[in-house]
């Protein structure tokens, strides 16, 4: 692993993005939500993704330049164009938009289409929370690709579709998050499985390329499909999240070329339902409730949703990426004349880059 001081890491992926034509304000959007993602614990979204990044805009399928934009306004509801851009900036932009109108109408909802890839989408979530609102994203691709098979299918007709829920808590407490997507784990913790050596899966993580079950994580890079987790409830949740997300927004005219990354994102102000504090307080007392149960030895404690993200950023002291993940940043960044940063070894500090999910599967063996 190797350990990079934040804002060296922030003024790297700000010069690959400016480097590609990326405006300053539209790279700061991207580097806070890639950088946020890694301190979060989650690598699968973070800077791991950026050499994507630089290769779609290459290829013409992320303009770099492009700025989200409102095709249909209400009071309580919008429409918004991805203009083919980042979709972190149209994520923000779609975030900032529901946050507004819910402060006015105490419930309001977006739905955005035709953008790249939108990230950590729990960082869209906490963001509402963060203006005292209860936020709610589901995201899911017009047009593929299809990498998730349905329950009880053996071809792929879905992507990794996320979910993320955020409710605020009294001030000064983070809120509590539930953001995953709806497949077994998402393809970014298979790649940093693979580059650290992985070779097997859990049995019911992937199919291979003809259908069948595998614990082969390579049947999984050559044709082969995840599955949703949770059988047939997180199959019936990927739907619902596709439905409302690309749907509602009509994501998938966008065929061809562009990618068209689709949110609908929904904000409720608790405070047109009693007063705020009658919330924060049930909020503590659930909370309260869930960690005295008294823990299975085999997990150590009961952790509230939210909590393993909120550990990696108490714990971070600079940002721990895999040695792989870190070697093609340094790579590409030497193939446009960019010096990167110094790196330490932290292997020490391994442990803050994990919040579960394929992260930890073994490198070797049979898990
Ligand atoms: N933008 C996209 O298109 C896209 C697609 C798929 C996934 N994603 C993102 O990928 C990221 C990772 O997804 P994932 O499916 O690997 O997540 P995951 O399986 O690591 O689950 C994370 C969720 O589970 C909670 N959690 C984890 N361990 C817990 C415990 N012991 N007790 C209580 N709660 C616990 C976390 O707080 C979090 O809410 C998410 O941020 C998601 O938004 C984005």
Request: hydrophobic fraction near 45%; charge should be negative.
């Amino acid at each position: 692993m190797a350990l990079i001081a934040v804002a060296d890491l922030r003024r790297l992926v700000l010069a690959l993005l400016g480097q590609a034509g990326t405006p300053d304000d539209v790279a700061e959007v991207v580097a806070d939500s890639l950088i946020g993602a890694d301190l979060a614990g989650h690598g699968s979204h973070g800077v791991l993704k950026l050499p994507s990044y630089l290769r779609d805009i290459a290829q013409g399928r992320l303009k770099p330049t492009a700025r989200p934009f409102v095709v249909d306004d209400a009071p309580a509801t919008a429409v918004v164009d991805g203009a083919g851009g980042f979709g972190h900036l149209a994520a923000r932009y779609a975030v900032d938009l529901v946050v507004e109108k819910a402060a006015h109408s105490g419930l309001a909802a977006v739905v955005m289409s035709h953008a790249h890839h939108t990230g950590r989408l729990g960082g869209w979530s906490e963001r509402i929370a963060d203006a005292g609102l209860i936020g709610l994203l589901t995201g899911g691709e017009g047009q593929g690709p299809w990498k998730v098979a349905p329950h009880g299918g053996t071809d792929g007709a879905l992507a990794t579709n996320p979910v993320t829920w955020a409710i605020p808590r009294a001030a000064g407490q983070p809120p509590v998050v539930l953001d995953f997507a709806t497949s077994m784990v998402s393809i970014g913790k298979l790649q940093i499985a693979r580059a650290a050596g992985a070779q097997s899966v859990p049995p019911g993580w992937v199919l291979d390329a003809q259908g069948s079950p595998s614990t082969r994580l390579e049947d999984f890079f050559t044709g082969g499909y995840l599955l949703p987790f949770g059988g047939h409830k997180g199959f019936a949740l990927a739907v619902i999240a596709e439905l409302l997300a690309v749907g509602l927004s009509d994501g998938d005219r966008f065929a061809g070329a562009e990618r068209s990354s689709c949110l609908f994102v929904l904000a409720v102000d608790p405070a047109r339902f009693g007063p705020p504090e009658r919330l924060h307080d049930f909020v503590e007392a659930t909370v309260r409730r869930l960690k005295a149960v008294p823990a299975d030895p085999d997990s150590g404690e009961v952790l509230v949703p939210g909590e393993p993200e909120q550990r990696a950023r108490a714990a971070a002291d600079g940002v721990v990426l895999p040695d792989a993940t870190w070697r093609d940043l340094c790579t590409v960044a030497a193939g446009l004349g960019i010096d990167a940063p110094a790196a330490a070894d932290a292997s020490v500090a391994a442990d803050a880059s994990v919040a579960g999910g394929a992260e930890s599967i073994p490198a070797e063996g049979t898990a």
